[in-house]
């Protein structure tokens, strides 16, 4: 009898030990000691909040991504944040380049796929296989990070296999049209504009950084578009339609269609 009780007691630990494994939750994503042996594919400066970022990725995500293939499992993309230098007036300092220049670390941002990963969520917020994680500049697990947000932030990218960031791989276009609004310094310029019914406006984004133009009423969104590609949408109802930019909210610009 007490045998039967201890391999009882066995068994319910197993059990336990297994579905705490099967979790959903930033647990899973351990920090990726090796990233500087990764890929580093892409660099970005952040306007907005005037931070410089770097992109890596293990080789065979990076590989995928230029194939336009889906990442396959054991794929980890980080994401290094720093601030940016700043002058006096709180500029960003740039480069010979016209980048910023990096300063201080801030913290890191790490996606991770795994075959069987994400079955826990909901339909609403899952992101395929991936989970994410989030570590402060001593690598160690930031419990105060909004993981909900990283979830919302890349669901509607669900045809990129939810990577923002791929679209920097794509081939760039040549000779983008004429803008009607241009994308710069994370800004829609001009912030208003007016045009007739049935005319075509065409955004044409000249970051470095990936925008992506969303209207706020009807939640409809542009193709993730970097540097030199363009989005063009026609309006056929007189009205007042303001816009967002899906990647960087606080971005944001008003088309007003007249008669």
């Not at 910023?100 to 826990?120: A, H, I, N, S």
């Not at 395929?128 to 419990?143: C, I, L, R, S, V």
């Not at 007739?196 to 009807?218: C, I, R």
Request: one cysteine or more.
């Amino acid at each position: 009898m007490k045998r039967g009780r201890t391999l009882a007691l066995i068994t319910a630990v197993i059990v336990a030990a297994g579905a705490a494994r099967s979790t959903a939750g930033p647990e899973k994503v351990a920090f990726p000691a090796g990233y500087k042996d990764h890929v580093l594919y892409a660099t970005v400066d952040r306007y907005d909040i005037k931070q410089y970022r770097e992109l890596y990725g293990t080789p065979e995500a990076v590989r995928a991504m230029k194939e336009g293939r889906p990442l396959p499992s054991g794929s980890v993309l980080t994401l290094i944040q720093y601030k940016a230098q700043v002058d006096a007036q709180g500029t960003p300092i740039k480069d010979a380049n016209g980048r910023f220049v990096k300063g201080d670390l801030v913290g890191y941002t790490v996606m991770e796929k795994r075959t069987g990963w994400g079955t826990e969520y909901p339909d609403d917020l899952r992101n395929g296989e991936w989970e994410y994680g989030a570590f402060t500049p001593d690598q160690k697990a930031n419990d105060k990070a909004n993981f909900k947000a990283c979830f919302q932030c890349h669901k509607p990218h669900e045809k990129q296999d939810f990577v923002i960031s791929l679209a920097n791989l794509a081939p760039a276009r040549s000779g983008p049209p004429a803008a009607d609004v241009t994308i710069a310094g994370f800004a829609f310029g001009p912030t208003k504009l007016t045009a007739p019914a049935g005319t075509p406006v065409t955004w044409v984004n000249t970051d470095t950084s990936p925008h992506q133009v969303t209207f706020t009423t009807t939640q409809t969104r542009s193709a993730v578009l970097v540097k030199g590609q363009s989005h063009a949408q026609t309006f056929d109802a007189p009205g007042v339609y303001e816009y967002i930019c899906g990647l960087h909210p606080n971005m944001k610009g008003t088309i007003e269609i007249t008669k």
